[in-house]
């Protein structure tokens, strides 16, 4: 008995907080539907685009629902925002914002001239569209939003040890080899938003961030963003035990972020110093947690068009579908290599029934992996016959559409 309570509240508090960006803040379990988990960019399948993903409305731990649900109509929320933030620069002052407002199985796409609008601000309307269908502008941009199998993968029940070994001073890079070696996400579902934006749309680097809002009722009935994600387990690791670390940055924008910087360099500091990740004393030691804390902020995915590889902290491949990113995230905050022991759990492969009912998606080995990984590059739109079905109607800013 004494074990299974243990166990209990291990996945209780886990639920509640350790993963990438699931279940942060009060807000985003408040409105579970506006709780995004995920932001990935990289470069598409089809030749000339590149692709966006944002993911959110998580399940509790366990309740990953039937696989054949896959395209769940009611997995968004209703008249809220999910936007996607495309800059072409780092602070974010020059671009554009994709906004999508759902309504049952339907959703209407806005686009903003800016991205970094005012919170709850649709700009103006350039299509519509259904849930699990895919539709395209006249420009290009390929849009597809459905439920998916949950793409990110972590032995979260072992990360909230890996944590306190390190606040404790008893520092073990073994820690996830000892325990569970469980995925968390596991045959998990979650509700994704896909685009596919042709580069001669994007300058030739991109900046990308995802948020949600929604009109909370209350003393104001105002707009609030709900969720904010970017680089992963940014709450969890680097802005652990800041307090209150979700808010900070959940419901902030990029252009406040320098206001981080001290809490993420003091969080690594005190990692790589118990790791013994960095030679050199404590200048050294200092010198490296200030170069990551300026690499995390602002909290932005950078992509240079065109490139591929793993997700890298501070660098330009963005973040791709394939690659283990929590493992990049551990090395980084403890200067030392961490393996969770969690492999790629390849979740969509060419022997997985439910790729069947997911039109856009395809293996594309990246160049520089050996084939026989089968692990994702990018993300491919099924060209059937939802092409060019609704025009776009306004040309996108400064963009040659």
Same mark, same amino acid.
Request: no cysteine; glycine share 10%.
């Given at each position: 008995?004494?074990?299974?309570?243990?166990?209990?509240?291990?996945?209780?508090?886990?639920?509640?907080?350790?993963?990438?960006?699931?279940?942060?803040? +009060?807000?985003?379990?408040?409105? %579970?539907?506006?709780?995004?988990?995920?932001?990935?960019?990289?470069?598409?399948?089809?030749?000339?685009?590149?692709?966006?993903?944002?993911?959110?409305?998580? /399940?509790?731990?366990?309740?990953?629902?039937?696989?054949?649900?896959?395209?769940?109509?009611?997995?968004?929320?209703?008249?809220?925002?999910?936007?996607?933030?495309?800059?072409?620069?780092?602070?974010?002052?020059?671009?554009?914002?994709?906004?999508?407002?759902?309504?049952?199985?339907?959703?209407?796409?806005?686009?903003?001239? +800016?991205?970094?609008?005012?919170?709850?601000?649709?700009?103006?309307?350039?299509?519509?569209?259904?849930?699990?269908?895919?539709?395209?502008?006249?420009?290009?941009?390929?849009?597809?939003?459905?439920?998916?199998?949950? /793409?990110?993968? !972590?032995?979260?029940?072992?990360?909230?040890?890996?944590?306190?070994?390190?606040?404790?001073?008893?520092?073990?890079?073994?820690?996830?080899?000892?325990?569970?070696?469980?995925?968390?996400?596991?045959?998990?579902?979650?509700?994704?938003?896909?685009?596919?934006? /042709?580069?001669?749309?994007?300058?030739?680097?991109?900046?990308?961030?995802?948020?949600?809002? &929604?009109?909370? &009722?209350?003393?104001?009935?105002?707009?609030?963003?709900?969720?904010?994600?970017?680089?992963?387990? &940014?709450?969890?690791?680097?802005?652990?035990?800041?307090?209150?670390?979700?808010?900070?940055?959940?419901?902030?924008?990029?252009?406040?972020?320098?206001?981080?910087?001290?809490?993420?360099?003091?969080?690594?500091?005190?990692?790589?110093?118990?790791?013994?990740?960095?030679?050199?004393?404590?200048?050294?030691?200092?010198?490296?947690?200030?170069?990551?804390?300026?690499?995390?902020? /602002?909290? !932005?995915?950078?992509?240079?068009?065109?490139? +591929?590889?793993?997700?890298?902290?501070?660098?330009?491949?963005?973040?791709?579908?394939?690659?283990?990113?929590?493992?990049?995230?551990?090395?980084?905050?403890?200067?030392?290599?961490?393996?969770?022991?969690?492999?790629?759990?390849?979740?969509?492969?060419?022997?997985?029934?439910?790729?069947?009912?997911?039109?856009?998606?395809?293996?594309?080995?990246?160049?520089?992996?050996?084939?026989?990984?089968?692990?994702?590059?990018?993300?491919?739109?099924?060209?059937?016959?939802?092409?060019?079905?609704? %025009?776009?109607?306004?040309?996108? %800013?400064?963009?040659?559409?």
């Amino acid at each position: 008995m004494l074990k299974l309570f243990i166990l209990t509240m291990l996945v209780f508090s886990f639920n509640s907080a350790f993963s990438s960006h699931h279940w942060e803040t +009060e807000l985003a379990n408040k409105y %579970p539907q506006y709780n995004l988990g995920d932001a990935y960019v990289f470069k598409s399948a089809s030749p000339g685009h590149t692709t966006f993903i944002l993911t959110g409305n998580p /399940p509790p731990i366990g309740k990953g629902g039937d696989a054949q649900n896959l395209t769940n109509a009611t997995s968004f929320g209703d008249n809220g925002l999910y936007s996607f933030h495309i800059s072409k620069n780092k602070k974010m002052s020059e671009g554009f914002t994709l906004n999508f407002k759902f309504n049952g199985p339907s959703f209407d796409v806005g686009i903003l001239d +800016e991205p970094n609008g005012k919170i709850g601000m649709f700009g103006r309307k350039l299509l519509s569209g259904k849930v699990g269908e895919t539709i395209q502008t006249k420009s290009g941009i390929k849009i597809w939003a459905a439920r998916t199998l949950e /793409p990110y993968f !972590v032995d979260a029940f072992d990360f909230g040890a890996f944590q306190k070994n390190i606040m404790d001073g008893n520092f073990d890079k073994q820690v996830f080899k000892k325990h569970y070696k469980q995925d968390i996400f596991k045959d998990s579902r979650i509700s994704s938003i896909v685009i596919d934006i /042709p580069n001669k749309l994007l300058g030739e680097n991109v900046y990308f961030y995802g948020s949600s809002s &929604m009109k909370v &009722m209350g003393g104001h009935d105002e707009w609030m963003q709900i969720t904010r994600v970017a680089n992963v387990l &940014m709450q969890y690791i680097f802005l652990y035990n800041t307090h209150p670390s979700g808010v900070v940055l959940d419901q902030t924008r990029p252009d406040t972020d320098h206001k981080l910087t001290s809490s993420i360099s003091n969080n690594v500091f005190r990692a790589v110093s118990e790791a013994g990740g960095v030679g050199g004393g404590v200048k050294a030691i200092s010198e490296y947690a200030n170069r990551v804390a300026d690499m995390l902020t /602002p909290d !932005v995915l950078k992509f240079k068009i065109g490139s +591929e590889g793993d997700y890298k902290i501070g660098g330009d491949s963005g973040r791709p579908l394939y690659g283990d990113s929590s493992n990049e995230v551990f090395k980084v905050y403890t200067g030392v290599a961490v393996d969770d022991f969690i492999s790629n759990p390849k979740k969509y492969t060419s022997a997985d029934s439910t790729l069947k009912r997911i039109p856009f998606m395809r293996l594309v080995p990246p160049s520089n992996y050996p084939l026989n990984l089968l692990v994702f590059q990018n993300l491919m739109f099924s060209l059937g016959g939802y092409l060019n079905r609704i %025009p776009l109607h306004q040309p996108l %800013p400064e963009l040659s559409v």
